[in-house]
C-alpha cells in the first residue's frame, strides 16, 4: 500500500506564503512525477505544478512566478513553496505522485502496476 500524507495548509492573508509538503510512503519502488494540484469549490481539480524524478518541471500559468515546487527524492517528498498568495488561491491543494510499488511473494520482491496516488487534499484560504 501507498499513501500520500499532506501537510503545512492553512490560512494566510492575501500576500502571504505557505509551504506544503507531502510525504510518500508505504511499498514503494520508485517515484516518476510529484506533483500538485488545486480545486476550489464548484470547479473541476486543476494542476499547479509538477515535477518529474529527474528535476524536470511544470507549472501552471497561474503558479509561474509565485510557486515553486521542490522534491527531496531521498524522502520521497515533494514540497509546495507558495508566495504572494491572493484569495483566488483558495483551494484544496493534492499531492499526487506515479508511484511503481513492489511486493513480496515469499522472499521475492515483485514490482507492480505503477499508479497514480493521490493525497487527502489540504486546505488552504488565503484572506483578502
Known amino acids: 500500500q501507498v499513501q500520500l500524507v499532506e501537510s503545512g495548509g492553512g490560512l494566510v492573508q492575501a500576500g502571504g506564503s505557505l509551504r506544503l509538503s507531502c510525504a510518500a510512503n508505504g511499498s514503494i519502488f520508485s517515484i516518476n512525477t510529484m506533483g500538485w494540484y488545486r480545486q476550489a469549490p464548484g470547479k473541476q481539480r486543476d494542476l499547479v505544478a509538477t515535477m518529474s524524478n529527474s528535476g524536470s518541471t511544470n507549472y501552471a500559468d497561474v503558479a509561474k512566478g509565485r510557486f515553486a515546487i521542490s522534491r527531496d527524492n531521498a524522502k520521497n517528498t515533494v514540497y509546495l513553496q507558495m508566495n504572494s498568495l491572493k484569495p483566488e488561491d483558495t483551494a484544496v491543494y493534492y499531492c499526487?505522485?506515479?508511484?511503481?510499488?513492489?511486493?513480496?511473494?515469499?522472499?521475492?520482491?515483485?514490482?507492480?502496476?505503477?499508479?497514480?496516488?493521490w493525497g487527502q487534499g489540504i486546505q488552504v484560504t488565503v484572506s483578502s
Open positions: 499526487s505522485a506515479d508511484v511503481t510499488p513492489f511486493e513480496f511473494h515469499g522472499t521475492m520482491m515483485r514490482l507492480t502496476t505503477p499508479t497514480l496516488y
